[in-house]
């Protein structure tokens, strides 16, 4: 054979092997970044906006509609009287933050705004729980207080009818109050669907 058959065989011999490790590098790529990983780069993740959406959350009793929901991280940001010196000290993880409306027995609407606090330990949710179940110490701060409107509602919570429980590491608060006309703290109405409202929104 002349030295031009055997310059064509060595060429063919090291396209091949050149194909053959670039298809090795190509199935190691794929295998550590993924088929979802190009998806996952280009996706922003949502933020601590006030939303409209009613998707991954709890069911709601008959009668009851959310209007609004958030979560967040800095919870002092997010709390008024003795609530965020609470949180500078014994930050929490989040807070899942909700606004409901529902109609009361006599056809009177109803707003109530609940939150979900999580500590990393259950010792400083039950020092929390104490502190926001005292009259006059503040509390989270709902999301009509941070500028969320819905229809009917004033730019202030009314005075609300308030309960809260701890459970573990976590504290449910809700508040309810009529959203017009006069709003009693100890209106039997609004103080059934405070408990009912950390009760079932789980």
Not at 51 to 73: H, I, V, Y
Request: hydrophobic share 45%.
């Amino acid at each position: 054979m002349g030295p031009r058959g055997s310059r064509g065989k060595l060429i063919a011999a090291v396209v091949a092997g050149w194909l053959a490790v670039s298809v090795v590098v190509l199935l190691i790529l794929l295998a550590v970044r993924g088929p979802g990983a190009n998806d996952q780069a280009g996706s922003p993740k949502p933020t601590g906006a006030a939303s409209n959406g009613a998707s991954a959350f709890a069911a709601l009793p008959a009668g009851w509609q959310r209007q609004a929901a958030d979560d967040q991280t800095n919870c002092a940001a997010h709390s008024y009287g003795q609530v965020p010196a609470f949180f500078s000290q014994h930050p929490c993880e989040r807070v899942h933050r909700e606004l409901l409306t529902t109609t009361g027995d006599a056809g009177r609407p109803i707003v109530m705004a609940s939150y979900l606090i999580t500590f990393s330990q259950a010792a400083t949710a039950a020092q929390f729980n104490a502190l926001v179940t005292s009259d006059g110490t503040g509390n989270v701060s709902d999301l009509l207080r941070e500028g969320v409107s819905i229809t009917g509602s004033p730019k202030r919570l009314p005075p609300a009818a308030f309960f809260s429980t701890q459970s573990g590491t976590q504290v449910r608060v809700a508040e309810a109050a009529y959203l017009s006309g006069a709003s009693d703290p100890n209106d039997a109405t609004l103080k059934s669907l405070a408990q009912r409202a950390v009760a079932q929104l789980r």
